[in-house]
């Protein structure tokens, strides 16, 4: 099973990338460890990696391309991979098909953006356990209190409305368009293409994880 998972940021794809890990024994891929790997390991695209980080620039696709393409001889990877969060842009998209990845299915886990705004601004978080929260859909006990503790919940900047709401406007801008890339790739029948498939991101956690599987067996 080798898959791309899509979606926008708090649309679940971590959640659920973890059940399909483990129902089809597969690696999840993410260049972000990647990255640290090679650059822990000393490897040569880790140095050059690393170069441009201590920069402050960003990695090129050509280097995350072969972080990929050597991350998959590895023998964790021999049944398959989960891509998450890559790739992000048509480049690299492109780059991808260009080096030869094999993809079988592209899963797009579809969710609104106000359903994403209301699950991630709602999130509170106690700092000294990481136990979390949600103001609606799992409150604690007491309003702002954590209930092993009684101490004060925390929002993180990253659960703020507004800081959500750009991270959504980079996804539409980007990536969004990963959407009709693989969706036509799928339709045109060419040798290689993988299967497009889209399952609805709201709803209990078991639900859309059923939904994912049954998508991955058509």
Not at 5 to 25: D, R
Not at 76 to 87: I, K, R, V
Request: negative net charge; contains cysteine.
């Amino acid at each position: 099973m080798r898959l791309i998972l899509l979606g926008a940021p708090g649309a679940g794809k971590g959640t659920q990338a973890n059940y399909i890990k483990e129902k089809f024994n597969i690696p999840q891929i993410s260049t972000g460890d990647m990255l640290r790997a090679a650059v822990k390991a000393g490897t040569a695209l880790g140095l050059e990696a690393k170069k441009v980080m201590d920069a402050g620039g960003l990695v090129s696709d050509d280097i995350i391309i072969g972080l990929v393409k050597d991350r998959l001889k590895e023998s964790d990877c021999a049944n398959g991979y989960l891509f998450d969060g890559f790739p992000r842009t048509t480049p690299q998209a492109d780059a991808m098909k260009e080096a030869g990845v094999a993809i079988d299915y592209v899963l797009e886990i579809d969710v609104p953006d106000e359903a994403i705004v209301d699950r991630m601004s709602g999130r509170r978080v106690h700092p000294g356990s990481g136990r979390t929260y949600h103001v609606k859909y799992n409150p604690p006990k007491v309003a702002g209190k954590d209930d092993v503790t009684g101490e004060d919940l925390i929002q993180r900047d990253d659960d703020k409305e507004e800081t959500v709401k750009k991270r959504l406007s980079v996804y539409h801008e980007q990536t969004e368009v990963l959407v009709g890339y693989y969706g036509d790739w799928a339709k045109s029948g060419q040798p290689g293409a993988p299967k497009y498939r889209k399952i609805a991101g709201v709803g209990p956690v078991e639900t859309i994880r059923d939904s994912a599987f049954a998508a991955l067996a058509e």
